[in-house]
Structures are given as structure tokens and as C-alpha cells.
């Protein structure tokens, strides 16, 4: 148990909607950090967020959102969604915001299924 | 353009032998590279590192090498156990830029009893 938690564990929708994912870091950690999985993609990095403030931007849509609140937790809201959208999304916590070299503890993931 | 290559998308290697998982890079900024171990229906887990100034680095039944001219590093388990079946992603990043981690798409190991 990585101590990162996300909520839901799985989400299936329709084209069009709007959805929001939400990430729990690990007691302490400041940094948030989203990824989307593919089924012919690694890990692609999303957007990172520091003490709620964007940190880094990764290969994030313009339909796709984050914010981190005061309490540190995190959501990740997609919209206008697709097909293609259909993913593993991770999020991923760690304790300072050295995006480059600090250990990211990451959470189970959430399923999303656009149908 | 991939810039973290994973060109071998399963290994299966007999339990007690060494498993070496391949990655191989492009971008000639990198100088940081993380092995992140993914089990099933979990997110993942970090493994090891290594920084550009080293060639080796081992932690335990891990060592990672890293090999700048050839744009490479692999991972070394020794030996390898049935829980070391999963998916391994290699990633890289520049330490000293703005830039985001690169994950390549990942190898799945089995260990074979």
C-alpha cells in the first residue's frame, strides 16, 4: 500500500460526458502527480501539481483539467470525452517537488471505460 | 517519437537465473533514470535509479547499469524470484530542466518456476 489513495477505482461513461477523478497523495507529500495509461502507450505524464500550485505540464489535452486543494487532495477533471480516452489513470505523490528525481509513490489507479 | 525505447514487451526467465531488462534513450539531456516494477490492478512501485555520473548502482538483488555512449541501461535481477513477475517501465528525465519524465511502455517479466 503505497498510502496514495484514488477514488473511483473504475468509471464507465459515454462519449461527450464529463468526468472527475480524485487522488489522495500520501500523508506529508505536496507533490501530485497525474498519468494516463494506454493500452499502446507507457506511462504518459499529465500535469504535476506542488503545495497547490502547478508545478510541471506534461502531455495534458485542453479537455482535460487538474486542481490541487488546500487539503493537498487532487482532482483530475475530463471532458468532452472520447473514445480514445479510455485509460488507466494514475496519480502519484511525493514529498518535495523535484518532479525529476523524487520518488513518486503512486496510487491504484482508476479505470476509465468511454463508451 | 519515442525518446525511452522498451523493445522487448515480455522476457520469460527461470526462477534462481538473472533477468536483464533492456531500455535504450534518445535525448542526450538525460541524465536521471528510474525503474518504476507494476504488479497487476496496482499502480507503480519505484524500483531503482541511477544519475548519469554513475554506471552502476545496486540495491539488493537489483543493479542497474547505465551505458551514455550507447544511449542504454538495463536492469539485473539476480536471482530472480516469482514475485519479481510483473511489468517494469524504464524512465528517464533531465535533472537540471523543466522537463517531465519519460516512461517507456514497459516489459512484462515472467519467472518461470
Known amino acids: 500500500d503505497s498510502g496514495v489513495t484514488q477514488t473511483p477505482k473504475h468509471l464507465i461513461t459515454a462519449t461527450g460526458q464529463r468526468v472527475t477523478l480524485r487522488c489522495s497523495p500520501r500523508?506529508?507529500?505536496?507533490?501530485v502527480y497525474w498519468y494516463q495509461q494506454s493500452l499502446d502507450q507507457g506511462l504518459q505524464f499529465l500535469i504535476q501539481?506542488?503545495?497547490?500550485?502547478?508545478?510541471a505540464k506534461g502531455n495534458i489535452l485542453e479537455r482535460f483539467s487538474a486542481q490541487q486543494f488546500p487539503d493537498l487532495h487532487s482532482e483530475l477533471n475530463l471532458s468532452s470525452l472520447e473514445l480514445g480516452d479510455s485509460a488507466l489513470y494514475f496519480c502519484?505523490?511525493?514529498?518535495?517537488?523535484?518532479?525529476?528525481?523524487?520518488?513518486?509513490?503512486f496510487g491504484p489507479g482508476t479505470r476509465l471505460t468511454v463508451l | 517519437d519515442q525518446q525511452v525505447k522498451q523493445n522487448s514487451p515480455s522476457l520469460s526467465v527461470q526462477e534462481g537465473r538473472i533477468s536483464i531488462l533492456n531500455c535504450d534513450y534518445t535525448?542526450?539531456?538525460?541524465?536521471?533514470f528510474l525503474w518504476y516494477k507494476k504488479y497487476p490492478a496496482e499502480g507503480p512501485t519505484f524500483l531503482i535509479s541511477?544519475?548519469?555520473?554513475?554506471d552502476k548502482n545496486e540495491d539488493g538483488r537489483f543493479t542497474v547499469f547505465l551505458n551514455k555512449s550507447a544511449k542504454h541501461l538495463s536492469l539485473h535481477i539476480v536471482p530472480s524470484q516469482p514475485g519479481d513477475s510483473a511489468v517494469y517501465f524504464c524512465?528517464?528525465?533531465?535533472?537540471?530542466?523543466?522537463?517531465?519524465?519519460?516512461f517507456g511502455k514497459g516489459t512484462r517479466l515472467h519467472i518461470l518456476p
Open positions: 502519484a505523490s511525493s514529498a518535495i517537488r523535484d518532479y525529476n528525481t523524487d520518488t513518486q509513490y
Open positions: 500523508s506529508g507529500d505536496l507533490s
Open positions: 501539481y506542488y503545495n497547490g500550485e502547478e508545478r
Open positions: 535525448n542526450s539531456m538525460f541524465d536521471y
Open positions: 541511477i544519475s548519469s555520473i554513475k
Open positions: 524512465a528517464a528525465s533531465a535533472m537540471n530542466r523543466d522537463d517531465k519524465i519519460i
